[in-house]
């Protein structure tokens, strides 16, 4: 079987399109839609379901991409790495949140950057769970640190930590709310506070408020920044509440410079994953970053 049509094969069925795959691999869409027709003809089986937008890969198609990406990723990389005496030192390429990835996978991760010999070079990339799956999927990263499980076989994913969401607000806030009226009324008692977020949904207010109050905020977003280091400056100024990860905002709970408004019994969690392609832990630097993560992430909460 050519390779050349099995790395248009794994191509396509990570990027889902024929069109972005042709961008990927600087080739005409007809080019890639020809090689994939050839080895569908050599298989003698369909390989994707053609829809609207993009593709869907078929039963055979995951299970070819199971086998053979692994193995092509291998290729790759050896190609990239060369055989001579510098080849232990290879380029990690992250992505992740860009809280999450700046204040603990980063200061884990550049200890592993140094001249042993068995270090390696660091690129990251920020964004959102979506962004970092599909550019993992694509091949432009070779790890990810994701808080979605991702589904299908081409992507293996390790739960590496869980976070504690807390309610944080300035004092005045707090005093203005009263020490029993939280505990009395419960969500209601905040309606008229304005709430500081990273997106216009509400997406960690949300969730707190389903996990504790079992119902939705009232509020909408009176300052909207899309980062929660911004929200934490934000709330620490007085703009408002906030639910922010307890990690983030520890130092300012102990400064007193923010107040949590309420402790429940059992607070909202949210996990986050190491993700990475099926197959490529076999390549030494990402298996050696992975561990390394793991370990670190057993003191961090």
């Known amino acids: 079987m050519d390779l050349a049509l099995l790395r248009t094969f794994v191509t396509v069925h990570r990027a889902g399109s024929f069109t972005r795959a042709a961008a990927l691999l600087g080739l ?9 027709r050839t080895l569908e003809r050599q298989l003698g089986k369909p390989l994707f379901l053609r829809r609207a937008r993009g593709v869907t890969p078929t039963t055979t198609g995951d299970e070819l991409a199971h086998k ?25 390429h992250l992505a992740g949140p860009p809280e999450f990835t700046a204040e603990r996978a980063l200061p884990a991760l550049t200890e592993l950057t140094g001249d042993d010999g068995q270090g390696f070079t660091l690129r990251a ?20 640190i994701s808080t979605a499980r991702p589904r299908g076989a081409l992507l293996t994913a390790t739960p590496l930590c ?44 949300a969730r707190y408020w389903a996990s504790v109050f079992d ?16 929200v934490l400056s934000c709330a620490i100024a007085g703009a408002g509440l906030a639910v922010l990860p307890r990690y983030l905002c520890a130092p300012a709970l102990d400064q007193g410079t923010i107040v949590t408004l309420h402790e429940p019994a059992v607070p ?27 370990r670190a992430a057993t003191t961090w909460f």
Do not use: C, M
């Not at 203005?176 to 990273?198: F, H, Q, S, Y």
């Not at 986050?272 to 390394?292: C, K, N, S």
């Open 68 to 92: 053979a990406a692994p193995h092509l990723d291998a290729l790759v990389e050896i190609a990239e790495s060369g055989l001579d005496d510098d080849s232990s030192l290879r380029t990690l």
């Open 28 to 36: 005409s869409q007809p080019a890639v839609t020809s090689q994939i």
């Open 125 to 144: 990339s920020f964004g959102t769970a979506e962004e970092a799956l599909e550019g993992l999927a694509a091949g432009h990263h070779d790890l990810a």
């Open 268 to 294: 909202p969690l949210r996990t986050y994953f190491l993700v990475v392609r099926t197959g490529t832990l076999a390549l030494p630097h990402i298996a050696r970053a992975h561990e390394w993560l793991r």
């Open 215 to 230: 119902s939705r905020p009232a509020a909408s977003g009176a300052v909207v920044v899309p980062d929660l280091r911004a």
């Open 162 to 205: 869980d976070e504690e969401h807390v309610l944080v607000a300035a004092p005045r806030w707090a005093e203005r709310i009263g020490p029993d009226t939280l505990r009395l009324k419960g969500a209601p008692a905040l309606e008229n506070l304005p709430v500081v977020e990273v997106h216009e949904s509400l997406p960690l207010v």
